[in-house]
């Protein structure tokens, strides 16, 4: 099995930065594609970002983009997402995930192992 532990949520004023990270463990291979989703209170989990073994390529949400970054360090089997000028529309649980299994890449059906979550809370 796969273990993901995501860190670095909380909370942060619109127009501020968070960096989050995801680290993984056990049977983790860095062939795995990884990503993120979020889920706002009465809300559909929601996909944000992915990349690609390799961490050449990566997918962004519309919303998101120009804003958010995902990258990996495979040497340390870990992904992150920094986040820059948040608004209070990005407020959410975020999920780590690892393993693509299917297609489209932003069903979280398609995804195999996933994190806790860790809360992010951006106040205006």
């Known amino acids: 099995q796969v273990q993901l532990v995501e860190s670095g949520g909380g909370l942060v004023q619109a127009g501020g930065s968070l960096r989050l990270s995801c680290a993984a463990s056990?049977?983790?291979?860095?062939?795995?594609?990884m990503g993120w989703f979020r889920q706002a209170p009465g809300k559909e989990r929601e996909f944000v970002a992915a990349?690609?073994?390799?961490?050449?390529?990566?997918y962004y949400r519309d919303s998101v983009k120009g804003r958010f970054t995902i990258a990996r360090d495979n040497a340390k089997n870990t992904v992150y997402l920094q986040m820059n000028s948040l608004k209070p529309e990005d407020t959410a649980v975020y999920y780590c995930?690892?393993?693509?299994?299917?297609?489209?890449?932003?069903?979280?059906?398609?995804?195999?192992?996933w994190g806790q979550g860790t809360q992010v809370t951006v106040s205006s």
């Open positions: 990349v690609t073994r390799s961490g050449s390529t990566t």
């Open positions: 056990g049977q983790f291979n860095t062939n795995y594609y």
């Open positions: 995930t690892a393993q693509l299994i299917g297609s489209p890449y932003y069903y979280t059906a398609n995804w195999r192992f």
